[in-house]
């Protein structure tokens, strides 16, 4: 704990829930506007999370921007254990509507995750009532993390 307060300085939020901690940031990350999350478990670091809060008026640039994350960690971490494309309305899928919009909707949600060594690194998109939530977590596999998105 103390090592993520030395590195960062005052979290804007601290939040305790049983023996987890989780101490929240603004943050620049890659030129992109994020809430990132420290997730300390039994004063532990468990993971840590990223949220972009950057708004784009054009919603594909969220598809963009995801699709560009996921082929950077391919490139650099190896083949994810899987890459979930899921439509819950197939008719957005048929109508061959833009993917940004599919996604604000609540129609379309991607998610990937890979494994290095002992640490798990998960990339989702996913939104509903035009609100995205554009989220990465890196978690060490060793911990049990039960609060994970």
Not at 28 to 49: E, F, M, N, Q, W
Not at 110 to 117: F, G, N, Q, V
Request: with cysteine; charged share 30%.
């Amino acid at each position: 704990e103390t090592v993520v307060l030395r590195a960062e300085g005052r979290p804007l939020g601290r939040e305790q829930s049983g023996d987890m901690e989780f101490l929240r940031y603004h943050r620049d990350v890659l030129g992109k506007k994020c809430l990132v999350t420290y997730v300390l478990v039994g004063r532990k670091l468990a993971s840590i999370r990223l949220h972009l809060l950057e708004r784009y008026a054009n919603k594909d640039r969220y598809v963009t921007d995801y699709n560009k994350i996921r082929e950077f960690l391919s490139a650099n971490v190896g083949e994810p254990r899987y890459n979930n494309v899921v439509w819950k309305d197939r008719a957005y899928a048929e109508r061959g509507e833009n993917l940004g919009t599919a996604v604000t909707s609540g129609s379309l949600s991607l998610s990937s995750a890979w494994a290095y060594r002992d640490t798990g690194l998960r990339l989702s998109l996913s939104g509903e009532n035009s609100e995205i939530l554009f989220a990465a977590e890196i978690n060490d596999l060793k911990t049990k993390n039960p609060a994970s998105f």
